[in-house]
């Protein structure tokens, strides 16, 4: 049997609904109802997940601009007027920071949803049945509504799913917050090992500080926390380890090392550790995960006395990675530019734990300090 020719790379695709990975209709209630339950929930959880609001316009005599405008402002606020149309793989890269999506469902379908109950919008429910194939929860306008007709039709179990009163603004927030964290990525780890050490002489992963090669050790410290841990190689570098992620991205190293592994899988968040920091320890990893805010594009670790973060041991959430590509579409490959300019969680610790070794007499050193 011939085998079918395939035209493109085959990838794994970002688990998407029609504008991101957690997104949720409001459907079934006025518009202006929905957008003041939206504004009400995002207040309650802005500080730990960054939200946004997809409606339509109803301006009936709207026309696009003829040329975009950008009125910024200091403090972040920031208006624009653009000829845009919807496009949903365009909209999924406007929305990959959100953690929270929140979508007016009388406009536009979501992959989850949350059906307000209104007597006067009974029929408009009906004829938007189709688009309710994963609904969370209800929220009624009045006392006593229950879950309609057609929806109990369309699946017997929906009399199961909670139902909220409209003024129960906490509850609603409460589930919508179980639901966006339940959404946060699952978290891998990534041992840098693909480097050519040109400054050692010699390659710094196989290097021992406790008696394993120093990528065994790192290894150990991340997987000592329950995470599948892959090593980071070259496309020729040949390890007995079938947890491997190779350089897709050739020549970029860390940079194309923490890209690659996205494109392994951009559903999951890395934790990135390089082989040439012998003094981060089991605390270190611990304080770092424990520190984890997945609201940021990263989490990253920074010297008490340093001006900048340490990009090598660094939580890399999802959201970043279409940040990435942006930088490297304009020529940068510098990771430590992409967190100095970003949204990051910082944690700030000793300098002396986050200490490079990168030469055969800091290696010496080193190895004496920790022998002591």
């Known amino acids: 049997m011939q085998k079918k020719h395939r035209k493109h790379a085959k990838l794994t695709l970002k688990n998407n609904g029609e504008f991101g990975p957690n997104e949720l209709s409001f459907v079934g ?8 339950m939206v504004a009400e929930i995002s207040k309650r959880l802005a500080d730990k997940y960054k939200t946004v609001y997809v409606d339509a316009s109803h301006g009936k005599d709207n026309t696009a601009p003829v040329f975009d405008t950008y009125t910024f402002h200091a403090s972040g606020d920031t208006h624009i007027a653009t000829n845009l149309e919807m496009n949903k793989f365009n909209d999924r890269i406007h929305f990959a920071p959100y953690d929270l999506i ?7 379908p979501a992959s989850k949803q949350i059906v307000f109950l209104d007597a006067e919008k009974e029929n408009s429910i009906a004829k938007r049945i189709d688009q309710l194939g994963d609904i969370q929860f209800f929220i ?21 799913l909670p139902i909220y009163d409209i003024t129960d603004v906490a509850a609603i927030a409460n589930h919508i917050e179980k639901i966006t964290h339940a959404s946060v990525a699952g978290l891998d780890g990534l041992v ?45 570098q040949n390890l007995d380890n079938p947890n491997t992620i190779s350089d897709a991205f050739v020549g970029l190293g860390p940079f194309g090392a923490i890209c690659s592994a996205f494109m392994k899988n951009p559903n999951r968040a890395y934790l990135v550790l390089a082989t040439d920091l ?5 605390e270190l990893i611990q304080l770092l995960l424990s520190k984890r805010n997945p609201k940021k594009i990263a989490t990253a670790i920074k010297g ?27 020529g940068y490959s510098c990771p430590r530019k992409i967190l100095i300019n970003s949204d ?29």
């Not at 209630?29 to 003041?36: F, L, P, R």
């Open 140 to 160: 009624r306008v009045s006392a006593e509504l229950e879950p309609f007709d057609c929806l109990i039709e369309k699946d017997a179990n929906i009399r199961e």
């Open 102 to 108: 929140c979508v007016n469902g009388n406009h536009f």
């Open 344 to 372: 990051v969680e910082i944690v700030e610790v000793e300098d002396s734990l986050i200490r490079n070794v990168n030469t055969p007499d800091e290696f010496t050193q080193v190895k004496k300090e920790i022998g002591s």
């Open 29 to 36: 209630v006025k518009c202006s109802v929905i957008s003041g």
């Open 304 to 330: 008490k006395e340093a001006k900048f973060m340490e990009p090598l041991i660094t939580i890399w959430e999802p959201k970043s990675y279409p940040i990435l590509l942006n930088y490297l579409s304009q």
């Open 278 to 282: 012998p003094y981060v320890n089991k």
């Open 192 to 236: 840098l090992v693909g480097g050519k050490s040109t400054r050692m002489g010699t390659d710094k992963a196989q290097l021992e500080y406790y008696g394993v090669p120093q990528s065994d050790y790192a290894v150990q410290l991340i997987e000592a926390e329950g995470l599948q841990t892959y090593l980071s190689v070259r496309n020729n």
